[in-house]
Structures are given as structure tokens and as C-alpha cells.
């Protein structure tokens, strides 16, 4: 089993505590919407990875390259690493972390100007190219980590917490064993998990303790074999 601290968009004065290591986790994932400087302190205290996908309020993330001699460059000028330091940016990517294999999209359907938000149309693309993504690093998909949930599926009616109506379809063909969302806070109702096929959905809001147990690549395979046979 892999240990996972969960967080999302609200922090959380407990986990903002050197006393967070109690947890004891193996990796923190975020689900967008946390300030930078929260999201580095979780990575310093735990001294374990954070794979995070920003959400609709985060700011915008420069894309950087690195030159031969190591240092990282933005429109050919040298610049330090994009916050938040010592994070994994999983936005659009399938990472491979603490034994678990991690797809992220992140933002939320477009209701303003804001840099991580788009049309349904839109993110149907984004949501191909991570699928292309997904079947190009091989292996099953453990953990689906998005901001905001599918269309239908534990968002809300009003033009800001409208839920992504491509996760349906990445969700099929992705078919991780969870999908952790954040975006649509519970104000104190806490929001029941939802299942669509093999995956639970889950809105993480604020934090959440989980196991994942890794799936493993030749099981997946059989179980494939079974099906289509």
C-alpha cells in the first residue's frame, strides 16, 4: 500500500504544522487551489514528493527548459524553477511516483479569464492528448488527479463548479482505481464517494488520508485478456 496525503483548495492549519509528520505519508497529491507556499512546506516537512495540478485560482506556471549545463531557461533567459519548489507539476502528464503511476489534469471548464481554464472543447483535447500520454508510458493507471470532477458527477449547476464533460471519457479508458478531484467544496456536507466502472471518485476537499494499493502491469494484462475473451 502506498500512503497518500490528499489536499485541496483550503488549507488546512493542522497539516500546516510541523506535526503534519505524524501522518506519516509516502507522497502528498494536490488537487489545485492550495497557495504555493503550502504546497513547499508540505514537500519540506514530509521530505516526500508532491504531485500537484493547479486549480482555476492558481497562478499562472511558466514553462521553462533546461540547457545542457543544467540551468533552466524561459524565452532564452535564465530563471529559477517555477514554484511551487520541489512540487511535481502532473498538469496534462502521467508521472510515476512512490511506486503509483499518477494522471493529472488540471483547471476547471472556463467561466472567466483566469490562466487554467477552458472550454469543454478544449479540454476534450487536453484530455486526448493525456489518454495518448498515458498509453505511451505503459501500465495501468493508478491514480486519475484532476481539479474539478466530471460533468454530472459531484459538481455544481452554476457556471463556476460545472463539472468536465472529457473526464467521462478518460475515465473509461483510462480506468484508474481512484479519481481525486478537488473544486466543490463541502462547506460541512461531506460529498459521498461516486463509482463509474472499476474507479472511485472522490473530491478530496479540504484533505483526505488514502491507501492505494499499485496496480501491477501483468495482472492488468490478464484482466484485459479475460475481458475481451
Known amino acids: 500500500m502506498v500512503r497518500a496525503l490528499v489536499v485541496a483548495d483550503e488549507v488546512v492549519e493542522q497539516l500546516y504544522d510541523v506535526s503534519v509528520q505524524r501522518y506519516r505519508p509516502d507522497l502528498v497529491l494536490a488537487a489545485g487551489d492550495l497557495p504555493w ?13 508532491v ?20 540551468g533552466l531557461f524561459e524565452a532564452g533567459l535564465p530563471v529559477d524553477a517555477p514554484r511551487p ?22 483547471g476547471c471548464v472556463r467561466y472567466n479569464d483566469g490562466p487554467h481554464q477552458y472550454t469543454q472543447k478544449q479540454y476534450h483535447r487536453r ?11 505503459g ?29 467521462h471519457g478518460t475515465l473509461d479508458r483510462l480506468e484508474p482505481t481512484w479519481h481525486l478531484h478537488g473544486h466543490i467544496h463541502p ?9 463509474v466502472g472499476r474507479t472511485t471518485i472522490r473530491n478530496v476537499v479540504p484533505w483526505t488520508m488514502l491507501d492505494v494499493a499499485p496496480r501491477d502491469a501483468h495482472t492488468e494484462m490478464l484482466h484485459a485478456l479475460r475481458r475481451v475473451g
Open 187 to 195: 462547506y460541512g456536507h461531506p460529498r459521498p464517494d461516486r463509482t
Open 127 to 137: 484530455a486526448r492528448r493525456l489518454a495518448r500520454r498515458a498509453d505511451r508510458a
Open 51 to 70: 504531485v500537484f495540478v493547479p486549480g482555476n485560482h492558481d497562478a499562472a506556471i511558466p514553462t521553462v527548459r533546461r540547457g545542457l549545463g543544467g
Open 139 to 167: 501500465g495501468p493507471i493508478d491514480v486519475l488527479l484532476t481539479h474539478a470532477p466530471p460533468l454530472g458527477l459531484g459538481d455544481e449547476p452554476d457556471p463556476c463548479h460545472v463539472g468536465v464533460e472529457a473526464l
Open 37 to 49: 507556499a503550502y504546497l513547499e512546506f508540505l514537500s519540506s516537512a514530509l521530505d516526500v514528493p
Open 85 to 106: 519548489h520541489g512540487c511535481l507539476n502532473a498538469d496534462e502528464r502521467v508521472v510515476e511516483v512512490a511506486g503509483l503511476r499518477i494522471a493529472g489534469l488540471g
